[in-house]
């Protein structure tokens, strides 16, 4: 079955320490999406990426980074730089401008 | 930039209608399109809209104006499992959605 695989769903980062949330679609899709979601606050997009090897930043890059090496694969490393990280992930895809995204389960990211 | 608007909750009676509008104000438009989010899961996609008009799926109706920079997406025939949040996004000129914050449905029996 075709979809979007984002792992690990649960994930706790340790003060100064980076961390990567994984985002694997076999969809073939071109665009990929990273959206952190706070209560009350709806979807901000972090990073966005149109076509391999290239990506842009979002609203709320700062904190943030990303690579997109392959079709597939669109990872999100929080980094230390990002203070308040404590957020639920969602990666999302879609092959065209009208179409709508699919979505990730989510990875739920806390402070230890 | 783009600002939208949706009302943060409502509440609704198992088996009524209930009406959750969304007000937008973006340069340029491409789009709007509608989500259900079920509390700790993936968002899904129910509908989009381009033109003006109503576009009508099942229980499901989502309508736009563009000239008045509004939405709304209807539910009939309410379930219990319609409880959700429903995200309003909109695509506007650089073709990549924004989000609203999205409303909280509560039906009750």
């Known amino acids: 079955d075709g979809g979007i695989t984002q792992s690990p769903k649960y994930l706790f980062r340790k003060e100064g320490q980076n961390v990567t949330l994984s985002c694997e679609q076999n969809l073939n899709h071109d665009a990929m999406y990273w959206y952190r979601q706070d209560p009350g606050q709806g979807l901000r997009l972090i990073y966005y990426?149109?076509?391999?090897?290239?990506?842009q930043k979002g609203d709320i890059a700062e904190g943030y980074s990303v690579s997109r090496e392959k079709k597939e694969s669109f990872p999100l490393t929080v980094t230390s730089a990002q203070k308040n990280p404590t957020a639920f992930y969602l990666c999302a895809s879609r092959t065209g401008s009208y179409q709508p995204q699919h979505f990730g389960d989510g990875t739920r990211l806390s402070i230890l | 930039g783009q600002n939208i608007d949706q009302p943060t909750e409502m509440t609704a009676t198992e088996g009524a209608i209930v009406q959750i509008n969304c007000t937008y104000q973006?340069?340029?438009?491409?789009?709007l399109f509608w989500y259900q989010q079920h509390a700790g899961e993936a968002p899904t996609f129910l509908s989009y809209?381009?033109?003006?008009g109503l576009e009508e799926k099942g229980r499901f109706s989502s309508f736009l104006s563009r000239s008045k920079g509004y939405s709304y997406l209807l539910l009939k025939e309410l379930q219990m499992k319609d409880s959700a949040s429903y995200l309003c996004a909109v695509t506007g000129g650089s073709y990549i959605p924004t989000f609203g914050r999205g409303t909280s449905l509560i039906v009750h029996p």
């Open positions: 990426s149109q076509i391999v090897n290239d990506f």
């Open positions: 809209n381009v033109l003006d």
């Open positions: 973006t340069s340029g438009f491409n789009g």
